[in-house]
C-alpha cells in the first residue's frame, strides 16, 4: 500500500462502520442495489452492495466511493430473500468468475430477461412485440473456453492460477471452479502446483484454456524461453491429466504445440452433421450445449427458404454460416469476418464437411466498405451476431431494402438496444420478437437474441 498514497487517502476518507441497508433492485453487474438512509451523510444515495439480494436487509461495509454512487460488501445478510440459495463453489464471495451463485437459477435468467427488455427501452426505445422464452443449458460445468491469470505471492509463498478477484487487481486463490468444464475445473490446485514447481514461475502470467468434443487444450504464455526440465514438467502434467500443452512465447501466431503433433481440436453440431475444426486460441461459444440450442433458434427464427441467399455476418469460424448451408438446400450463404485466420478456418471448416454452398469472406465490418463485392451480390436475409461493440457501422452500410429478415445474436444488450432503436426508429423494421439465452449461467452476463421484419410496403 505503501506505493499507492492516493489510495490510502480515498480507503481511509470510507466509512468503515457496518451500516443496514434495505436492497431494492439488482443492478446490471449483479450487485444489490440500495440508498443510504434518513441520518447517513449521503443519505438518498445510491449504493452497489455485492452479496446482496432485492428484498433483503443486510449488515455492509463501505468499499469505494465516487460522486454519483457508493459501493459496499455484505457482511451479514439479515433478512433473506426467498430466491436466495447456498451457493455451490467454496470461493463465491471472492472469485470474479461468477456473482450470482446466490441466487436461484429460475430467478437468475428472469433477472436477465429483465435487464435485456430494460436495456431495449431505455436505450433503444423499442419493444419487443413478443419476448421468446429463454433458453438455457448446462448451468455448471459448461465453460469450454478461457484465461486463467497466473501470479507468484511472495507472501503466501504460493503461486496462483485463477481468475481475478471481484477486486479485479487480484488474482483468486482457488482450487477448483465448478462452471469450468469436469476435466479442468476440478483440477486447478494442481495446475497451480504445477506452475509453482517451475522454475519459470515468475514469468507465466496466463493460461488458456479451450475444450473440444475429445482433447482440451491449456496454453501457458510463458516471458522467458522455458527452461528444458520445465518443459518436462509441463508434458508430464498434461500426460496424467489428459491435456495438450501448447505455449505462447509471444504473440498470437507464436502459439505452438509442446511435443509432436497434438490431437485435432473440433466439436460437433450434430443437427446439421456439422463439425468444426478449431486452434486453442480461436473464439468459439463457450456453452456447447447452449450453442447448439441457440443455433436451432437462431436458424428457426430466420425461417430460411429453399433458394434463399442468406449473409452470416462477425461469423467465425462458421458456427452459424455451416449448419444454415446445411439447412438452405439449394440456396447460398456467405460468411464474412474481420479475423483473417479466422476466415480461413472457416473455409477449412466447410471443406471439412463437404459444403459447397457456402463462401466466406474477410472484411473490417466497422470500417467502410463500398468497396467489397460481397456487399453488392444481394441477399434474401442477415444473420449477424457481432462482439459487444455492436454491428451498428455496418448496418448503416447494408442494403436493407432487399431483406426479408434480420436475427440479431448479442453479448451485450446496450449495443442491441442501441442497434435496434436505429432500425425501428431510423430504418422502420420492427422489432417482433427478443429474449435471453444464459449462455453463462451464474454470472451477470446476458446474452440474448432478436429477430427484425422490413418496414410494411405502401
Not at 10 to 35: C, E, F, M, N, Y
Not at 138 to 146: I, L, S, V
Request: charge should be neutral; include cysteine; hydrophobic fraction near 45%.
Amino acid at each position: 500500500m505503501a506505493g499507492h498514497p492516493a489510495l490510502v487517502r480515498h480507503v481511509a476518507r470510507l466509512d468503515q462502520t457496518p451500516k443496514t441497508l434495505a436492497i431494492h433492485d439488482l443492478s446490471h453487474d449483479g450487485r444489490g442495489v440500495a440508498r443510504w438512509p434518513d441520518g447517513h451523510a449521503q443519505a438518498g444515495k445510491a449504493v452497489f452492495v455485492s452479496g446482496a439480494l432485492p428484498g433483503e436487509t443486510v449488515s455492509v461495509q463501505q468499499t469505494a466511493r465516487s460522486k454519483h454512487f457508493d459501493e459496499a460488501k455484505t457482511l451479514e445478510v439479515l433478512e433473506a430473500s426467498v430466491d436466495r440459495v447456498a451457493p455451490r463453489c467454496p470461493h463465491f464471495g471472492i472469485c470474479g468468475g461468477c456473482v450470482l451463485q446466490h441466487l436461484a437459477e429460475d430467478r437468475q435468467i428472469a433477472y436477465k430477461q429483465r435487464v435485456l427488455l430494460d436495456n431495449l427501452q431505455r436505450i433503444g426505445h423499442v419493444a419487443p412485440g413478443a419476448v421468446l422464452p429463454p433458453l438455457q443449458g448446462d448451468a455448471w460445468g459448461y465453460r469450454r473456453k478461457g484465461r486463467f491469470s497466473v501470479r507468484r505471492v511472495e507472501k503466501k509463498d504460493k503461486t496462483l492460477v485463477g481468475f481475478r478477484e471481484q477486486d479485479p487487481r487480484f488474482v483468486a486463490d482457488i482450487a477448483e471452479c465448478h462452471v469450468v468444464v469436469p476435466q479442468l475445473g476440478f483440477k486447478v490446485a494442481a495446475l497451480g502446483a504445477l506452475v509453482d514447481g517451475m522454475d519459470a514461475r515468475r514469468d507465466i502470467p496466463q493460461i488458456e484454456f479451450i475444450a473440444g468434443d475429445a482433447a482440451t487444450a491449456l496454453v501457458f504464455r510463458h516471458l522467458q524461453p522455458l527452461l528444458e526440465a520445465d518443459k518436462a514438467k509441463l508434458a508430464a502434467f498434461g500426460e496424467e491429466h489428459g491435456f495438450t500443452i501448447f505455449l505462447q512465447p509471444g504473440g498470437l501466431d507464436s502459439v505452438h504445440p509442446l511435443a509432436g503433433e497434438p490431437p485435432q481440436l473440433a466439436f460437433r453440431l450434430p443437427q446439421w452433421d456439422v463439425e468444426l475444426l478449431f486452434r486453442p486460441l480461436d473464439f468459439i461459444q463457450v456453452n456447447a450445449k447452449l450453442n447448439q440450442a441457440m443455433i436451432a433458434r437462431a436458424l428457426e427464427l430466420l425461417d430460411v427458404q429453399p433458394g434463399e441467399r442468406v449473409l452470416d455476418l462477425f461469423c467465425g469460424l462458421g458456427n452459424f454460416t455451416l449448419p444454415l448451408a446445411r439447412a438452405s438446400g439449394d440456396g447460398a450463404v456467405v460468411g464474412v469476418e474481420g479475423d483473417a485466420g479466422l476466415v480461413a478456418r472457416a473455409r477449412l471448416n466447410a471443406e471439412h464437411n463437404g459444403m459447397g454452398n457456402v463462401q466466406f469472406h474477410t472484411a473490417d465490418l466497422a470500417q467502410d466498405l463500398a468497396g467489397q463485392p460481397w456487399l453488392k451480390a444481394g441477399f434474401d436475409k442477415l444473420l449477424l451476431d457481432p462482439a459487444r461493440s455492436g454491428a451498428i457501422e455496418v448496418l448503416k452500410q447494408l442494403p436493407l431494402k432487399g431483406l426479408k429478415r434480420i436475427v440479431y445474436v448479442s453479448c451485450h444488450p446496450g449495443s442491441l438496444a442501441r442497434d435496434a432503436g436505429w432500425l425501428v426508429n431510423e430504418a422502420g423494421w420492427t422489432l417482433r420478437e427478443a429474449g435471453v439465452m444464459d449462455m453463462f449461467p451464474h454470472t451477470a452476463h446476458v446474452e440474448s437474441i432478436a429477430v427484425f421484419d422490413p418496414p410494411k410496403k405502401g
